[in-house]
């Protein structure tokens, strides 16, 4: 008989950008669930620890014409819209700013 293995997880604060994605060309309807106007791209960006969040939104939304739609600074969660070129530079500015700057580890930009 094989011995099974288990995995233990387990959530260990750090500095760290576990998410950094961009929806781009988002359905209406989709919009509509997320609770924001129809934009031509959606970013979503989850920090840890969540006050993170409140520096990247920072930096996000002087580095594109982004609207700030979502901030929690418990869960780090942070959502933006704009056009696809905007939300893109946002991304990308705020993960090089909290990486460089404030030592975070990066997580890479994905998109659909």
Not at 1 to 9: F, H, Y
Not at 39 to 55: L, Y
Not at 82 to 92: F, H, I, K, R, T
Request: glycine share 8%; net charge negative.
């Amino acid at each position: 008989m094989e011995a099974k293995a288990r995995v233990i997880q387990e959530y260990v604060p750090g500095k760290q950008v576990t998410l950094a994605h961009m929806i781009c060309n988002p359905r209406e309807e989709l919009c509509s669930l997320v609770g924001v106007e129809r934009a031509g791209a959606i970013g979503i960006m989850t920090i840890t620890p969540g006050e993170g969040a409140i520096i990247a939104a920072d930096v996000a939304s002087k580095a594109g014409n982004v609207n700030m739609e979502f901030i929690d600074r418990f869960t780090g969660c942070i959502l933006f819209t704009g056009d696809v070129a905007a939300v893109e530079s946002s991304l990308q500015m705020a993960v090089q700013v909290l990486s460089s700057s404030l030592g975070f580890t990066p997580a890479p930009i994905t998109r659909t």
